[in-house]
């Protein structure tokens, strides 16, 4: 009987997502018959260290959407042990886990992105900060951690009074925040998925449809009040743009494995808005129905991951092991 063994994290605000998560993927495994068994961190932090030099355990999901952990260090745990599992790697986790040193690298290669300023809480006063947002991204602008991908940490700052109610709302002067340009929009999503033969398929875009930008929010997600659309109804044209541009910035920021690509459309051009490096795997999220729509049932998406990250670690261990014995 295979073994693999599931990651959560126990005290955040996405603990609930990241447990149904966890248990959609424990079902699905254990109708084949495997061992799942599951890991609360840090309260069970000691026994996944004991775990790990079991060279029995055939693969892991990371199944953490919180910052601390999802930024690269679990995976720097797991990399130690030279163990599998499904996200890339924790240098690339770290990267994109910042919103602007994402953009940052997009940017330098010319892709579209939205403008943006970036600032410490403490750094400017109300009306200091009032006056860069008029003189270059104006009003409404988005509010977004620069660490955080939730939208409970997104807010629409509508004017000066937004302005001070959102950052009065903060205990912590020293947060990083990130101000964007509140664009004219179609929200939607992308996905890469790598496959066996390591080839990269952009699966079907998911345009989510809101009648107010107010309604983008976190609880609406997960309760069906968004419309989600997939395939979304592009055009030939956008369709192919979207496809291209989702590539180079899966590529450019060196993603392996899978990712989720948040979008905006404008009436002129579709604008990047950040990277997902662990998506949601419950029973709403938005990465299984774009499998469905190219035909990969729930159980094949876990299969291609695990199959895909096996043959990969294992070819990747060879070589390095061949190298070494070279140098030798």
């Keep these: 009987m295979k073994k693999v063994w599931i990651i959560t994290w126990w005290d955040n605000s996405e603990r609930d997502i990241s447990f149904l998560s966890a248990h959609a993927i424990e079902d699905t495994l254990k109708s084949w018959w495997y061992e799942v068994t599951m890991f609360d961190i840090p309260n069970e932090l000691d026994a996944l260290y004991q775990t790990l030099e079991d060279t029995t355990i055939d693969f892991y999901f990371v199944m953490i959407h919180w910052v601390w952990w999802e930024d690269g260090q679990i995976v720097s745990l797991l990399d130690m042990y030279w163990v599998t599992y499904q996200c890339t790697s924790r240098d690339v986790l770290s990267l994109t886990m910042n919103k602007r040193r994402t953009k940052c690298v997009w940017r330098s290669y010319g892709l579209p992105v939205a403008n943006d300023l970036y600032f410490q809480i403490w750094d400017y006063s109300i009306d200091e ?4 947002i008029s003189d270059t991204i104006w009003y409404p602008c988005v509010w977004k951690e620069l660490d955080q991908w939730s939208s409970k940490w997104i ?4 004017d000066k009074s937004d302005l001070i109610k959102t950052r009065n709302s903060y205990d912590s002067m020293s947060k990083v925040i990130l101000l964007e340009e509140f664009l004219q929009w179609k929200e939607f999503t992308t996905w890469i998925l790598e496959l066996q033969d390591w080839s990269l398929e952009v699966l079907p875009s998911i345009l989510i449809e809101v009648e107010w930008w107010e309604e983008l929010n976190f609880e609406n997600k997960y309760n069906w009040k968004m419309n989600k659309i997939c395939p979304a109804p592009f055009d030939d044209s956008t369709r192919k743009v979207v496809e291209e541009i989702s590539l180079k910035a899966f590529l450019w920021v060196w993603c392996t494995k899978l990712w989720r690509i948040d979008w905006i459309l404008t009436s ?7 990277i997902n490096t662990i998506p949601w795997f419950t029973s709403t999220s938005l990465f299984p129905k774009a499998a469905k729509v190219a035909w990969y049932n729930f159980q094949q998406l876990l299969e291609i991951l695990m199959k895909n990250i096996v043959m990969k670690d294992a070819w990747i261990l060879e070589r390095t092991s061949s190298f070494s014995r070279k140098k030798l």
């Design 129 to 132: 900060l009032d006056m860069q």
């Design 155 to 158: 807010f629409i700052i509508s």
């Design 268 to 274: 002129k051009w579709p604008i990047l808005l950040e």
